[in-house]
């Protein structure tokens, strides 16, 4: 990515940067403007790059602050997205560097170029093409990603590096002598964790982000990278924005019966090229593994010379063609640029099958090899396999429970017939959380209704204390309040409260040898029992009930709503002969109307109230 500057505005927009399916390889190094050694080791590398062709290797450095003094500048910039790349290849010396994410590089020419020239003629099973525009202050990112080859492990992590190419005039003072620091991270979009994708053969993912120029920046040295790792942390393809084209199939793979001769046919697109490109494009194809019975044409020409163009390529073969997957490498070439390469699938009595779950991490089982990602397999059309997900999964205070899967099997294990038309099978989960409870002070004999239990995400769920008024310890304890911690928790001297559940919460239902909620009125002994008319009414949200008990003996004072169904319990409990009110905070009920019962040995009375919010 280039962006103009003309009288300091940015008045050009650049709509360029592809890279295709065969290989760019990745160099991510760490070194430090404070580093001795890096001073020592970092010219062989910088010259080696020099000299490299840039639609074959890129690199990116990140910057560390040790040793002392430890003020790298370049590092305090973005200390975040440095640390989590340290942290990522567990890096605790410098200078070190890796090569497309798996081999430790070394600082020499002769093994960078040997490595070099080993890993960039292995064909990458995906294409990435990078879009930029530069939108006022701002940069937008796109970039296209298609899967070319079958991965066996499907969900992989795209990031993205702001790279500026060159910083000179470093402040403080570099101590180990450098002057110039190239091709320098200065941010991850959209953060150092990138996204997670799952890729299939010819799917394409799209991905957009956008950042602004930082006042440090030179706007006209920043260029972004994009790449894929994979979960073994092999960096899968890197792009940038070059004056290239890319290719892009469409389908990205046929099936073709067993037995029987066969013919499909595919396009092959040049949808995204550099601006001002208008080099023809000539194609080629080969079959790998080779096989004379399998033939490539391209029956209306194979050459593409206007942008965007497409060319349609049919691939044949003999009913002899044994079982297997073929891939067709298209080759493009032109005068300027390196050839480019795509694959397409030919699949002869196989399909491409994905096995996984909806919930990332739930262990699951293909023919007995146990998994946590989504696998992807070419099996032989009419092969059975065997599947098993677990009924549960628990994970802390989080639970996740068998469905069905997706295929309408409501068994967790199943024995498949592979078929051409079924490319996927998802064991489907709910998931529950828990409801964490206690009392305080502990050992307090009282039970917390539908606490200590998993429930389903989303669910209304009433919890409530019984009894609230308990003997411990030779002393009586009531039910004072709820503390409760986590999203959605309730907080209040209810001793009932509903809670619509989104993740883990946790009520502790606390006791005191004082009962905040039932006030004493005097020390006069009713003759008989009564219920009072609440006030106020309506109210919102607190209002006081006062009650009559004559004789020693259980209590309950219940709320219900017009259907009948309980939502709080004030108290419930024995309780003295005596005149009492309680004050009801109902903030954690709607607006309504709703009845509160008194219920003592032989006497039950039933009153009205109303909450207005």
Request: hydrophobic content about 35%.
């Amino acid at each position: 990515m280039k962006i103009f500057i003309t009288l300091l505005f940015i008045v050009f927009v650049t709509v360029s940067g592809v890279h295709p399916g065969d290989r760019l390889v990745y160099i991510e190094a760490f070194t430090s403007s404070t580093c001795g050694a890096c001073a020592s080791l970092n010219p062989a590398f910088n010259n080696w790059f020099a000299t490299q062709n840039p639609e074959e290797v890129l690199r990116v450095y990140y910057h560390m602050n040790w040793p002392s003094p430890g003020n790298d500048p370049m590092y305090h910039h973005n200390s975040a997205d440095n640390n989590a790349r340290r942290s990522f290849y567990g890096v605790n010396a410098i200078p070190n560097g890796f090569m497309d994410g798996t081999t430790e590089i070394e600082y020499s020419g002769s093994w960078l170029a040997a490595n070099l020239n080993s890993r960039k003629n292995i064909l990458s099973p995906i294409a990435i093409t990078v879009l930029d525009s530069v939108q006022g202050d701002s940069v937008k990112v796109t970039a296209v990603i298609y899967c070319e080859q079958m991965m066996s492990s499907p969900l992989v992590t795209v990031y993205m590096n702001v790279i500026e190419t060159l910083i000179t005039n470093i402040n403080p003072p570099p101590t180990n002598g450098e002057t110039e620091f190239p091709h320098v991270m200065r941010k991850m979009l959209p953060s150092s964790s990138g996204r997670q994708v799952l890729l299939k053969p010819g799917n394409t993912v799209i991905l957009e982000e956008r950042f602004k120029m930082h006042p440090d920046w030179d706007p006209s040295k920043i260029v972004v990278h994009v790449w894929a790792q994979a979960p073994d942390k092999e960096v899968l393809n890197v792009a940038t924005s070059i004056s290239s084209y890319s290719l892009i199939p469409d389908p990205g793979y046929r099936i073709v019966e067993l037995g029987q001769a066969g013919s499909e046919s595919f396009n092959i697109n040049i949808p995204y090229f550099a601006e001002g490109y208008n080099s023809p494009v000539q194609f080629s194809a080969e079959v790998e593994p080779a096989n004379n019975n399998i033939n490539v044409s391209f029956p209306s020409g194979n050459t593409i010379s206007s942008f965007p163009g497409s060319v349609t390529m049919n691939v044949s073969s003999g009913a002899q063609v044994p079982a297997g997957l073929y891939k067709i490498i298209v080759t493009g070439t032109n005068s300027i640029n390196r050839p480019r390469k795509i694959v397409v699938n030919y699949l002869v009595g196989k399909n491409f099958v994905e096995i996984g779950t909806n919930k990332g991490g739930i262990p699951f089982t293909i023919n007995g090899s146990s998994f946590t990602m989504s696998q992807l397999y070419a099996w032989d059309i009419g092969s059975q396999q065997n599947l098993e997900a677990p009924l549960t999964h628990t994970v802390g205070n989080v639970k996740h429970v068998f469905e069905n899967w997706n295929n309408g099997v409501t068994t967790n294990q199943q024995t498949i017939t592979v078929n051409s038309s079924t490319g996927n099978y998802t064991a489907n989960y709910k998931t529950q959380f828990k409801i964490l409870s206690a009392v305080n002070p502990g050992g307090i004999p009282a039970n917390i209704v539908n606490g200590n239990m998993f429930h389903d995400s989303g669910s209304s769920v009433t919890v409530s204390v019984e009894p609230t008024q308990v003997q411990y310890n030779g002393k009586t304890y009531y039910f004072n309040r709820w503390y409760g911690s986590g999203e959605g928790s309730y907080n209040g001297t209810n001793p009932s409260f509903t809670v619509n559940l989104s993740n883990p919460i946790n009520q502790i239902a606390i006791f005191d040898t004082v009962n905040v909620g039932i006030a004493t009125l005097g020390s006069e002994v009713p003759d008989k029992f009564f219920l009072y008319q609440n006030y106020p009414n309506p109210f919102n949200p607190v209002t006081k009930i006062k009650f009559d008990i004559a004789k020693y003996g259980n209590v309950s004072l219940k709320v219900y709503n017009v259907l009948g169904e309980e939502v709080a319990i004030l108290q419930n409990g024995n309780m003295l002969p005596g005149r009492y009110e309680y004050s009801f905070d109902a903030s954690g009920l709607s607006s309504g109307i709703y009845f509160y019962k008194l219920t003592s040995n032989e006497f039950v009375s039933i009153r009205r109230f109303v909450i207005l919010k």
